[in-house]
């Protein structure tokens, strides 16, 4: 789900920056303004320029892929409670319930789907973000819980607006967490579903067959992995952002390892697409993700 406003906006963002600009340059271009100005295009153009997936898309992808709903795999919702004393823990555990509403969204669970939002009402009310999960929200999803897509743009826009109120407030940290949270719980639940598909029903060849398109979207991530090292590089390294930028380097290693591309290009893609070939990747998802639920 890629913008499609990426180029339109660097386009409007350079062409304030010219017009607010170019009337000054020719009497001081290193004036405090102009510096103002230029700084801003560059945070601006840094924020468009991430490439996160947004909580509905890998869930959505799951789903169409014919895999089964695995309640298992999303973060009990009685939790919410033991992450608020902290922020940093909280503002990732709220970008993972994000991503379990986006799974539950894309399997049609209306009232677990409801439960959770409520869930992120009180957590966003707590890290002080009350509008991204207010009451207008909750009715919205409520007349619309049969239309999925819908239910996307909703989360995702409530999501994008979490983060940008954050960035504006100057707790730019805990708006990266946010997406770092459900980004990781995504990967989380994709792996999850490869690792517990049934063993020894069928041969290997067909198993991976049937896992293929869902392990194509846990390797097409390798890029968004990156995207997410570089934001948590970009925002302040304090309270747990400095662990969890450790854990997302790690896991970016592996995907390095994967060089899928190669193996295509060598016609040995038939030994690329095997969940074998997801094992360490999985157990850093794992392992990443229970430091953040607990």
Known sequence: MKSKYLIPTIFAV?????VSCGKKSDKNKN??????????????????????????????????????????????????????????????NLGVYTADIGYLSSYEKAQELIDYLN??????DKIGVSNSFDKDLLDKFEA?????????SL????????????????????????????????????????????????????????LTPLMQVIINQKQSVSQVVQMLSDVDQEGLVPDFLASIKDLEASYQKLDISQKIKDNKGSLALSDKTLVDITEKIEKLRSKIVL
């Open 14 to 18: 350079i062409s304030v920056f010219t």
């Open 144 to 152: 619309n819980i049969s239309n999925k897509d819908t239910l996307a």
């Open 119 to 124: 869930v992120c009402k009180k957590m966003a």
């Open 155 to 210: 989360l995702n826009a409530a999501v994008k607006k979490t983060d940008q109120f954050l960035k504006e407030g100057s707790r730019s940290q805990l708006g990266a967490l946010v997406v770092t949270g459900g980004f990781v719980e995504s990967l989380y639940i994709a792996t999850g579903i490869v690792k517990t598909y049934p063993k020894n029903m069928i041969p290997d060849d067909a198993r991976n067959a049937i």
């Open 31 to 92: 004036s405090d303004e102009f510096l103002e100005a230029q700084s801003q295009l560059s945070k601006e153009i840094k924020d468009l320029a991430y490439r996160v997936p947004p909580p509905s898309e890998i869930p959505y992808l799951l789903q169409a892929t014919g895999a089964d709903f695995n309640h298992s795999l999303i973060n009990d919702k009685n939790k919410a409670d033991s992450y608020i004393s902290e922020s940093d823990r909280l503002a990732i």
